[in-house]
Every structure is written in C-alpha cells, then in structure tokens.
C-alpha cells in the first residue's frame, strides 16, 4: 500500500509538469497579439491575406534576425471556398525562435515595381525570445 501512496503525486507532478510545457507552434495573422513572446525553439508561423494576381505582394523588411531565423521561402495557399479566378488567399512564413533577445518582426504590402510608393498595407509586431 505504501508504494500506491508515493506513485499517486509522483503522477500528478508529472501531470502538471507536462500541462505547462509551450506549444512548439506559434501562429499569428493579427498584429493585436503583439508584442509577441516565444520561448527558444518555438516555431512562428505568420499569415497574411495576400492577392499576388493584383500585383501586390508581401515584403519582408525586418525579420528581427537577432532572435528569428527564417525556416523556407514565402507560401501562397489559395482560398479554396473560393471558385473565382484571381481571388485572395494566404501568405505564409515560417520562423524558428532561435536566440534569446527582442526584434521587429516588419511586412509591407506593396507592388515590388514601385518601391518608393507608399504600401497598401503595413504588419509589424515586436517579437521577444526567452
């Protein structure tokens, strides 16, 4: 009997413990969950409406590099509810919490041939990792 005793808070410790671990993915789409705070290892996946049939596309202009590194290439994912030619859809990147520190994490929305005109739409966020 006394073994039953010590195994029942052993498991709920273990329990708890297990209950507080971060999920290793981290999505953000809105910049009012910024500023944003990672742990080191976490995953972040951002994504952004986007349209490139208008010619407008998504500009990484600060990834906050001191405390993020980028995992692949920008993804396009078409909305499939969506049967109209040229409609919007979502561009995603994802980023490895990779060092201790803070950044900005900066997007602009702008057509690429046009760099000194004023962006249709503007995504940043302060990014912290611990």
Sequence with gaps: ??????????????????????????????????????????TLIL?????????????????????????????YNADQSKDMVGSGGQSVWRYKASSAGSGRLVMTYQQPWEPQAEPQDRFECEIRVQ
């Design 47 to 75: 994504s952004l409406p986007s349209n490139p049939t208008t010619g407008f596309r998504w500009q990484v202009r600060d990834a906050a590099p001191g405390v993020l590194r980028s995992l692949g290439p920008e993804v």
């Design 1 to 42: 009997m006394p073994r039953v005793r010590l195994l029942a808070p052993f498991s709920f410790a273990l329990l708890a413990a297990c209950a507080q671990k971060p999920d290793p993915i981290v999505s953000l789409d809105d910049p009012s969950d910024c500023p944003l705070t990672l742990n080191s290892g976490q």
